[in-house]
């Protein structure tokens, strides 16, 4: 698998390390694309992708006639927020519009599940979901999210909104669940039809500002790190690693809801929380509501390997409710391609739309 992976992001991931890490601290200048080129083997274009990689995530930043320097830095919980370039995504929209899942290629799909499954949508789905789907989903995001997740820890669910109510249930209504302020509508809503007590977090220009974090006296955090709805506002990958150091303390959770992420106009999608959290403590949400149709009522959660057994003991007596129909849809869709090509189709527009 390695032997594919792209020079640039090899390059990438070695700089990014060594800035985590600490072997490039803070404030420390990045060497110039052609040092880099020559010290590491490779061409001054793999050398000038990798950087523009590590600004666009928030690990540095350029500065006029000066070159690159780091500006991810973590210290007694404070996280030095970098900074964001423009255009980071398209702006969201009610209806599918020029997004649209392309009709002509829906309907194939949907007449060719006709054909090939028959009765076999009739039949009740598992009550985590088809395992087509599930396994699709589970080959999808180790692809495109860095999520390493075996189909047996995906749950399909009729929408982001029943997955969070799901949650509750998981992980109990007793808990304080801290939710981004601003933050979208439906959230706050399901959480408080649930009798749970909310605790709003202040967003600052780069993700919750880093005293509301502290000062919290959430157990659960509910946050949208690729863009939090209204505010538009995107954490920074210092500001996820901050998420990350406040899920270290005992019997905490996350709750990463990865709403339109397939979007992002970066040429690598941001890593998630969840491939970066070492205790599996965050779930992981997301729907096809943008990238398909708001129709389909599908979403789906990823659970870690030790949530697995309380999910089964607290909420697995749930049947499933999305139809089979839907989900072996999605299920040929994702393993067919088309999904995929789709996404990176609106995303090469989407860049050029960003350029001019």
Same mark, same amino acid.
């Given at each position: 698998?390695?032997?594919?992976?792209?020079?640039?992001?090899?390059?990438?991931?070695?700089?990014?390390?060594?800035?985590?890490?600490?072997?490039?601290?803070?404030?420390?200048?990045?060497?110039?694309?052609?040092?880099?080129?020559?010290?590491?083997?490779?061409?001054?274009?793999?050398?000038?992708?990798?950087?523009?990689?590590?600004?666009?995530?928030?690990?540095?930043?350029?500065?006029?006639?000066?070159?690159?320097?780091?500006?991810?830095?973590?210290?007694?919980?404070?996280?030095?927020?970098?900074?964001?370039?423009?255009?980071?995504?398209?702006?969201?929209?009610? !209806? #599918?519009? =020029?997004?649209?899942?392309?009709?002509? %290629?829906?309907?194939?799909?949907? *007449? &060719?599940?006709?054909?090939?499954?028959?009765?076999?949508?009739?039949?009740?789905?598992?009550?985590?979901?088809?395992?087509?789907?599930?396994?699709?989903?589970?080959?999808?995001?180790?692809?495109?999210?860095?999520?390493?997740?075996?189909?047996?820890?995906?749950?399909?669910?009729?929408?982001?909104?029943?997955?969070?109510?799901?949650?509750?249930?998981?992980?109990?209504?007793?808990?304080?669940?801290?939710?981004?302020?601003?933050?979208?509508?439906?959230?706050?809503?399901?959480?408080?039809?649930?009798?749970?007590?909310?605790?709003?977090?202040?967003?600052?220009?780069?993700?919750?500002?880093?005293?509301?974090?502290?000062?919290?006296?959430?157990?659960?955090?509910?946050? !949208? #790190?690729? =863009?939090?709805?209204?505010?538009?506002? %995107?954490?920074?990958?210092?500001? *996820? &690693?901050?998420?990350?150091?406040?899920?270290?303390?005992?019997?905490?959770?996350?709750?990463?809801?990865?709403?339109?992420?397939?979007?992002?106009?970066?040429?690598?999608?941001?890593?998630?929380?969840?491939?970066?959290?070492?205790?599996?403590?965050?779930?992981?949400?997301?729907?096809?509501?943008?990238?398909?149709?708001?129709?389909?009522?599908?979403?789906?959660?990823?659970?870690?390997?030790?949530?697995?057994?309380?999910?089964?003991?607290?909420?697995?007596?749930?049947?499933?409710?999305?139809?089979?129909?839907?989900?072996?849809?999605?299920?040929?869709?994702?393993?067919?391609?088309?999904?995929?090509?789709?996404?990176?189709?609106?995303?090469?527009?989407?860049?050029?739309?960003?350029?001019?």
């Amino acid at each position: 698998m390695k032997k594919n992976k792209p020079a640039y992001l090899t390059l990438y991931e070695s700089l990014r390390e060594e800035i985590v890490s600490g072997v490039r601290p803070f404030g420390s200048r990045l060497p110039s694309r052609r040092v880099l080129a020559r010290d590491r083997g490779v061409s001054a274009v793999t050398a000038e992708h990798s950087i523009e990689l590590l600004c666009e995530e928030g690990y540095a930043e350029p500065r006029p006639r000066s070159g690159y320097y780091v500006v991810y830095r973590e210290s007694d919980g404070f996280i030095q927020p970098a900074v964001r370039p423009e255009h980071r995504f398209p702006p969201a929209s009610p !209806t #599918p519009g =020029r997004n649209a899942f392309p009709f002509p %290629t829906l309907a194939k799909i949907m *007449r &060719r599940v006709l054909s090939e499954y028959g009765e076999e949508i009739l039949v009740r789905p598992p009550h985590q979901g088809c395992k087509e789907l599930r396994e699709a989903l589970s080959s999808y995001l180790a692809r495109n999210r860095g999520i390493r997740a075996t189909p047996d820890q995906i749950v399909i669910g009729a929408g982001a909104e029943y997955l969070y109510g799901l949650v509750t249930e998981l992980l109990g209504g007793s808990r304080i669940y801290g939710i981004e302020a601003p933050s979208y509508q439906k959230i706050e809503q399901v959480y408080h039809s649930r009798g749970v007590q909310v605790d709003y977090c202040p967003l600052g220009k780069d993700g919750i500002l880093s005293e509301a974090l502290r000062n919290t006296s959430a157990s659960v955090l509910h946050i !949208t #790190p690729f =863009r939090s709805f209204p505010s538009g506002v %995107t954490a920074t990958a210092s500001k *996820r &690693r901050e998420y990350l150091h406040w899920a270290d303390s005992p019997d905490r959770y996350i709750v990463e809801d990865d709403y339109e992420s397939e979007f992002s106009l970066l040429r690598k999608p941001e890593e998630t929380l969840f491939a970066g959290a070492a205790r599996g403590n965050v779930i992981y949400l997301n729907t096809f509501s943008r990238t398909v149709s708001p129709s389909f009522r599908v979403g789906y959660m990823v659970l870690s390997p030790a949530l697995l057994p309380v999910f089964e003991s607290r909420v697995g007596f749930y049947s499933c409710t999305v139809p089979a129909f839907e989900q072996y849809v999605l299920a040929e869709l994702i393993s067919g391609g088309e999904f995929e090509r789709h996404i990176n189709r609106i995303r090469r527009n989407e860049r050029k739309g960003a350029e001019v």
